[in-house]
């Protein structure tokens, strides 16, 4: 694939609601769990494997629509997260490899897949990053219902939110493990500061 590729409109407006309102209800939707390079964002993470994928559904059913159209068919091991910004929010420049928690050698994902869930109307920076070594190869302006996808292996980065309201995504980092690898991921297991993480599943 190039570096990215944009669908806009993937979704329609009520799933989008509907989304956005089943991520911010949510008991797990807390100060975000992930690394300093997420400076004051909100989320919680879902960490599975395709055997776990049925369980990821029925726990979220309203992820299931964005996992038919964004998940690999070649991908065996996921890093599924909302991320909410809102004013001042920034995210640092960084390459994800959420699953090195778990498989301290695992290589970058294959792909990333974020899908806009909300993006303030008068949103001021806030834009995504893309970068390869100290070459800039993209810089996305969110837009409610873009679905993005792009190289696992990508610096990015989110600039600072300068506008009020919130941009709320929702992420899925999609790894290509061998068999080794694989056997150190969870079946299914969430991530969240708000409380004690689900039982793996196996």
């Known amino acids: 694939m190039p570096y990215y590729r944009c669908q ?6 009520p799933y ?7 991520i911010q209800s949510c008991r797990y939707f807390a100060t975000n769990n992930l690394n300093r390079d997420f400076v004051d964002t909100k989320g919680f993470s879902v960490v599975f494997t395709q055997a776990g994928r049925a369980e990821v ?4 059913p309203l992820f299931k629509p964005y996992l038919d159209r964004a998940l690999l068919p070649d991908c065996n091991a996921f890093y599924l997260n909302p991320l909410r910004l809102k004013q001042g929010s920034r995210v640092d420049p960084h390459i994800d490899r959420s699953l090195r928690s778990y498989c301290k050698t695992i290589d970058p994902p ?26 800039r190869v993209g810089q996305i302006k969110p837009q409610p219902g873009l679905l993005l996808h792009f190289q696992g292996d990508l610096t990015h980065s989110v ?9 709320l995504s929702l992420v899925c980092e999609q790894y290509a493990l061998d068999a080794a690898a694989l056997a150190d991921i969870p079946e299914f297991l969430i991530e969240s500061r708000a409380a004690a993480p689900a039982k793996t599943r196996r």
């Open 57 to 60: 559904e029925r726990q979220f």
């Open 110 to 135: 294959q792909q990333v897949s974020v899908l806009y869930v909300q993006v303030p109307a008068d949103l001021a920076s806030g834009e995504l990053v893309l970068q390869r070594g100290r070459q």
């Open 8 to 13: 806009p409109d993937a979704f329609a407006a």
């Open 16 to 22: 989008l609601h509907n989304l956005r309102g089943a």
């Open 159 to 167: 600039n600072a939110m300068a506008s009020g309201g919130s941009r």
